[in-house]
């Protein structure tokens, strides 16, 4: 049920409102700050890997170095459990779980193209 602007006027929100007992407000802060210091990064991960590795897998295409087909090989690996771990933390109901599952596969992809590759003639 909302009520007009107009039958609002003059009333402040100490009479609307209770005053509320924030005696917790600490923990709730450093429950937050807890939450973002493990989330910021594993996003900054989950970003950055993904670059890494096509990164490395072009240049491994254009020099053909078996350095860069290893350090694409072990990346996405890295980005397979991040994915796993993202998927574990975000797992919400909703478009968020249907986001992990599509991320998760498509790293599992990545990982299996690449280890199914014929090995390199020497």
Known sequence: MSLPLAS???????????????HYLFEARQMQALSLSVHIPLVCFGIAFPALVLFAERRYLRTGDPLYR???QRWSKIMLALAGTGLMIFARP?????????MLVACAVTVFAMAA??????
């Open 70 to 72: 290893t350090l694409a």
């Open 94 to 102: 909703g478009w968020a779980l249907a986001l992990g599952v599509l």
């Open 117 to 122: 590759r014929p090995p390199e003639r020497s």
């Open 8 to 22: 609002l006027a003059g009333v402040t929100r100490a009479a609307t409102a209770p005053p509320v007992d924030q």
